[in-house]
């Protein structure tokens, strides 16, 4: 939806097609690190595989890694399956449950960058995150700040990038969004502790 926004800024300003989202301008230091390629575990098994991490902070890669290892602990569990087998979803792109929990478990790459967001991200947006189809979860920080918050965001982004839409900011029954609530309750099941 966000990136949806900026498209049409974009345009009105007579940008080309090659400039990417406007960057968040942050006042914090940041620090770019090689991700090491398996950080977590088994690649074979994963679901999610942490690729690039950029922009962050201090104490963020830790929060970014952790995450990917709970929305893997999510997505691999039966309780995920059982879920998503029976939510009522919109917007399904002509899939059925079963294809919905095929497509959501078939291993991804996620790249990860941190930013700092605008006035109208924090305040009226309220963006946590987007995706603009280049295999990068944005994560706003000014909303991210826990592994269990990024989990829930890499696995909404991650359904946008395996082509769910949610029609508007709203459309609380689409994958995208379903995949939030889902991971809250699958979380709850298999006793992931909210804090961390
Ligand atoms: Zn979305």
Known sequence: MFKRIFNWFKRKLGFGAVVSIPK??????????????NPLG??????????NVQGIIAGEYKMIAEAVELANKVLSSQEFKD?????????TEGMTNADI?????????????????????????????????????????????????????IIHEVS???????????EYTSVPYRMNEIFETVSEQIGINESV
């Not at 879920?83 to 919109?90: D, N, P, Q």
């Not at 478990?105 to 991200?121: L, R």
């Not at 305040?123 to 989990?151: L, S």
């Open 83 to 91: 879920e998503v087998l029976k939510t009522r979803f919109t917007s």
């Open 101 to 153: 929990f095929k497509k959501m478990t078939e291993q991804a790459i996620v790249n990860v960058t941190m930013f700092y967001g605008s006035y109208m991200q924090n305040f009226v947006w309220k963006t946590q995150g987007y995706e603009q189809g280049d295999g990068v979860v944005y994560a706003n920080r000014y909303f991210i700040t826990k592994a269990h918050e990024m989990a829930s965001l």
């Open 160 to 170: 946008h990038q395996k082509g769910f839409h949610h029609v508007h900011a709203g």
């Open 42 to 51: 088994s690649v074979a098994t994963s679901k999610v595989i942490l690729g």
């Open 24 to 37: 968040v301008p942050t006042t914090e230091p940041t620090i770019e690190v090689a991700a090491p390629t």
